[in-house]
Protein backbone atom coordinates (compact mmCIF):
# COMPACT_ATOMS: atom_id res chain seq x y z
CA UNK A 1 0.00 0.00 0.00
CA UNK A 2 1.41 3.67 -1.04
CA UNK A 3 1.53 5.94 1.75
CA UNK A 4 2.73 9.77 1.30
CA UNK A 5 3.22 11.38 4.66
CA UNK A 6 4.01 15.09 4.53
CA UNK A 7 4.85 17.44 7.09
CA UNK A 8 6.45 21.26 8.22
CA UNK A 9 3.49 23.47 7.20
CA UNK A 10 2.46 25.90 9.54
CA UNK A 11 1.66 29.53 10.08
CA UNK A 12 4.88 31.80 9.08
CA UNK A 13 5.03 35.48 8.96
CA UNK A 14 5.88 37.03 5.12
CA UNK A 15 9.26 36.56 4.05
CA UNK A 16 9.60 33.83 6.22
CA UNK A 17 11.02 30.09 5.49
CA UNK A 18 9.49 26.68 5.72
CA UNK A 19 10.95 23.55 4.45
CA UNK A 20 7.94 20.78 3.68
CA UNK A 21 8.94 16.78 3.81
CA UNK A 22 6.99 13.74 2.38
CA UNK A 23 8.06 10.50 3.13
CA UNK A 24 6.75 8.23 1.05
CA UNK A 25 6.56 3.97 1.50
CA UNK A 26 5.31 0.76 -0.40
CA UNK A 27 6.53 1.97 -3.44
CA UNK A 28 10.01 2.03 -5.43
CA UNK A 29 10.66 5.61 -4.42
CA UNK A 30 14.10 6.12 -7.12
CA UNK A 31 11.62 5.77 -9.58
CA UNK A 32 8.83 7.81 -8.68
CA UNK A 33 8.45 11.29 -10.49
CA UNK A 34 7.73 13.47 -7.69
CA UNK A 35 5.71 16.73 -6.79
CA UNK A 36 4.14 19.18 -4.98
CA UNK A 37 1.33 20.82 -5.53
CA UNK A 38 -0.85 23.47 -3.63
CA UNK A 39 -4.64 24.64 -3.34
CA UNK A 40 -6.01 27.48 -1.96
CA UNK A 41 -9.41 28.15 -0.69
CA UNK A 42 -11.53 28.64 -4.06
CA UNK A 43 -9.11 27.75 -6.14
CA UNK A 44 -7.96 24.82 -8.24
CA UNK A 45 -4.75 22.49 -7.72
CA UNK A 46 -2.34 23.44 -8.99
CA UNK A 47 1.46 22.51 -9.41
CA UNK A 48 4.40 23.97 -7.72
CA UNK A 49 7.08 21.94 -7.77
CA UNK A 50 8.09 18.61 -9.35
CA UNK A 51 10.99 16.58 -9.94
CA UNK A 52 12.17 13.75 -11.72
CA UNK A 53 13.12 10.10 -10.96
CA UNK A 54 16.50 11.69 -12.56
CA UNK A 55 16.51 14.63 -10.67
CA UNK A 56 15.40 17.47 -13.13
CA UNK A 57 13.52 20.04 -11.60
CA UNK A 58 10.61 22.41 -12.67
CA UNK A 59 8.86 25.47 -11.00
CA UNK A 60 5.85 27.52 -10.97
CA UNK A 61 6.71 31.30 -12.40
CA UNK A 62 5.01 32.06 -9.30
CA UNK A 63 7.57 29.89 -6.68
CA UNK A 64 10.71 30.73 -9.19
CA UNK A 65 13.85 31.52 -7.00
CA UNK A 66 11.99 31.40 -3.75
CA UNK A 67 11.23 27.62 -3.63
CA UNK A 68 13.59 24.78 -4.11
CA UNK A 69 12.67 21.20 -4.60
CA UNK A 70 15.07 18.21 -3.14
CA UNK A 71 14.85 14.50 -2.90
CA UNK A 72 17.00 11.95 -0.75
CA UNK A 73 16.29 8.55 -2.22
CA UNK A 74 17.46 6.42 0.73
CA UNK A 75 15.05 8.62 2.97
CA UNK A 76 12.33 7.80 0.27
CA UNK A 77 11.90 11.41 0.97
CA UNK A 78 10.78 14.89 -1.42
CA UNK A 79 11.77 18.05 0.14
CA UNK A 80 10.24 21.91 -0.71
CA UNK A 81 12.44 24.30 1.26
CA UNK A 82 10.33 27.48 0.70
CA UNK A 83 11.50 31.31 1.09
CA UNK A 84 10.52 34.63 1.16
CA UNK A 85 6.99 33.25 1.98
CA UNK A 86 4.24 35.69 0.65
CA UNK A 87 0.10 35.65 2.14
CA UNK A 88 -0.22 34.33 -1.39
CA UNK A 89 1.37 31.50 -0.69
CA UNK A 90 -1.24 30.25 1.87
CA UNK A 91 -2.38 27.06 0.75
CA UNK A 92 -3.21 23.21 1.57
CA UNK A 93 0.44 21.66 -0.09
CA UNK A 94 0.48 18.31 -1.55
CA UNK A 95 3.07 15.78 -2.20
CA UNK A 96 2.43 13.71 -5.68
CA UNK A 97 4.08 10.46 -6.78
CA UNK A 98 3.74 9.14 -10.40
CA UNK A 99 5.09 5.42 -10.64
CA UNK A 100 4.06 3.35 -13.82
CA UNK A 101 1.12 5.81 -14.86
CA UNK A 102 -0.37 6.01 -11.36
CA UNK A 103 -0.48 8.81 -9.35
CA UNK A 104 -0.41 8.75 -5.71
CA UNK A 105 -1.07 12.05 -3.07
CA UNK A 106 -0.88 12.60 0.17
CA UNK A 107 -2.87 14.08 2.71
CA UNK A 108 -1.92 17.45 2.39
CA UNK A 109 -0.23 20.06 4.91
CA UNK A 110 -1.36 23.54 5.53
CA UNK A 111 0.61 26.55 5.26
CA UNK A 112 -0.64 30.06 6.11
CA UNK A 113 1.60 32.94 5.52
CA UNK A 114 0.28 35.75 7.61
CA UNK A 115 1.20 38.61 9.88
Known amino acids: QVQLVESGGGLVQPGGSLRLSCAASGIIFSRCNMGWYR ?17 NTNYADSVKGRFTISRDNPKNTVYLQMNNLKPEDTAVYYCKATFSFNNYWGQGTQVTVSS
Open 39 to 55: QAPGKQRELVAAITSDG
